[in-house]
Each structure stands twice: as C-alpha cells, then as structure tokens.
C-alpha cells in the first residue's frame, strides 16, 4: 500500500476520533472542526499523490460520507436529547390532557384570587381553594395579597396586584 494512502486513512481515522470526540464531550464545535479539517486534510493528501479514480472516490466520498454522518449524528443526538423526556405521550400523558389543562388555566383569566406565598416574581396564588403556580408581571409580592389573573404563557399562569377593597368584594373568604 502506498505511503499516501496510509497517511489518508490515518487521517481520516484521527477525523472520527474527533467527531466522536464532539458527540460524547460537546465542545461547542471545536472537535467537529477539527473533523471536518482532519477529513479534508485526507482527500487533499489522496488529491495531491492518488490518482484520478483515487481523487475522485476521495471527493465523491468527503462529498456523499460528510452530510451523512452529519445526519445520522443528528438523529443520535435527538434520541438522546432531554426533550425526549418531557414528551407528554412518555411522561404518562396524553397531547388531549396538556390541552386540557392549559384551557383549565385558561378560565381562570379575570379571576381574583391571593397569594400563597411571596411572588419572587413566581410563586404560588389560590384561586377558589385551588393552589396554582403562577408569575407577576415582573413585581415582587408578599404573601396573601390580592391578584387577579391577567393572562396563561407557556402554561404558566400570570397574576397582577389588585385593590385590596374591590378584591374583597369578590373573593370568596369562606376558605
């Protein structure tokens, strides 16, 4: 064998080095670059010494092999990646139930309720008995002041400070 060849594919070998390099330790790229340089430095090596049918499978294969395993890295990354646990089908749940419970935090827009504890700006506000994990609109509260819920983001409930009078008026105190 050729001492070109030898220096290729010992190229090409130190270039899945690297990409395997990237996909257990995420450098941020680092390691794909030096893939990617690693796997070019081999066909330029083969470009510079082969011959033509060598330059051409070195080409076509750097050309085809690279978006390949690029996405079969992908595909790898996607099964592992953490957002596979927070799909509601695995977690136990259903699309049908997030959805119902997003329209049950929906009603409660326009509803006064109070916090249950301090608002740091999220914390904790019961609405008819009912304890709910909501956000202020960026203002710190104390606990057991008076809110009214002014909107749902991200499945989140989002609350307001209301005046104390006109939300004793319509708050259930029998608690």
Known sequence: METYLIIAFVLFALGVVALGGEFAFPT??????????????AVGV????????????AVVGFCVG???????MV??????AIKSGLDPKRAGGTVADSVAELSELDALRGQIGRTATPMRPAG???????RIDALTEGVM???DVAVQCVGVRAGRVVVRRVNT???????????
Do not use: C, H, I, Y
């Open 28 to 41: 941020g790229g680092f390691f794909l670059v030096a893939a990617l340089v690693l796997f070019a430095a």
């Open 165 to 175: 009078g006109a939300a004793l008026a319509e708050m259930n105190l029998e608690e």
């Open 46 to 57: 083969v470009l510079g010494w082969g011959n033509r049918t060598e330059a051409t499978v």
């Open 66 to 72: 690279v978006p390949v395993l690029g996405w079969l």
């Open 124 to 130: 904790t506000v019961v609405f008819d008995g009912r």
């Open 75 to 80: 595909q790898a990354w996607k099964s592992m």
């Open 141 to 143: 509260l104390d606990a």
